[in-house]
């Protein structure tokens, strides 16, 4: 497997996204929102709250990018590096608040339509793993249940992808 998710030619130069685990991916979603408390007006925005975290996966010529190299890249350089941290999972079923399907990485999912409850009980167990938890509260991988350990290290874009799933409105 490649070193990196994708490698797009930009005005800036060669910019690689690296792979990256769930946890490197919540740890810089708190960074953005840090920056978005401490400058609403300059990074409240989601599109500019992951932008900051694209740039944390980022490199152009070895070096890491910045919100200042993105902000000289052109829209469709951008898409690309983003498409490739967020790609959908595949929904087979949907049926009585439980969606199956495969992430990202080919593993297959079964997962309850969140609830209230399940909101609860991840804040219960730590507000800090909260994401964490709230995926292993709801989400067994190939038929198994999973701790929130495991979904710590996980794929980063199978927890982009699953977190995408539970905030969807349930079609029954």
């Known amino acids: ?65 910045t919100i200042a190299d993105l902000d000289e890249m052109y829209e469709d350089e951008i898409t690309k590096l983003t498409e490739a941290l967020s790609p959908a999972a595949k929904i087979d079923n949907r049926e009585n608040g439980i969606i199956t399907g495969s992430l990202p990485s080919g593993c297959q999912f079964e997962m309850e339509l969140p609830k209230g409850k399940h909101m609860r009980r991840a804040g219960e167990l730590g507000e800090d793993e909260k994401p964490f938890h709230f995926v292993a509260l709801t989400t067994k991988i190939d038929g198994n249940p999973i701790s929130h350990h495991d979904v710590r290290l996980w794929d980063g874009r199978d927890f982009i992808a699953i977190k995408n799933i539970g905030g969807e409105v349930p079609k029954n």
């Open 1 to 65: 497997m490649s070193e990196y998710l994708i490698e797009v030619q930009t005005s800036q130069g060669l910019a690689k996204v690296r792979h990256f685990k769930a946890h490197e991916f919540q740890k810089l979603s708190k960074e953005a929102a840090a920056l978005a408390a401490a400058d609403p007006l300059q990074y409240g925005s989601m599109e500019a709250l992951f932008m900051n975290v694209l740039a944390g996966l980022t490199t152009i010529d070895g070096r890491t990018i």
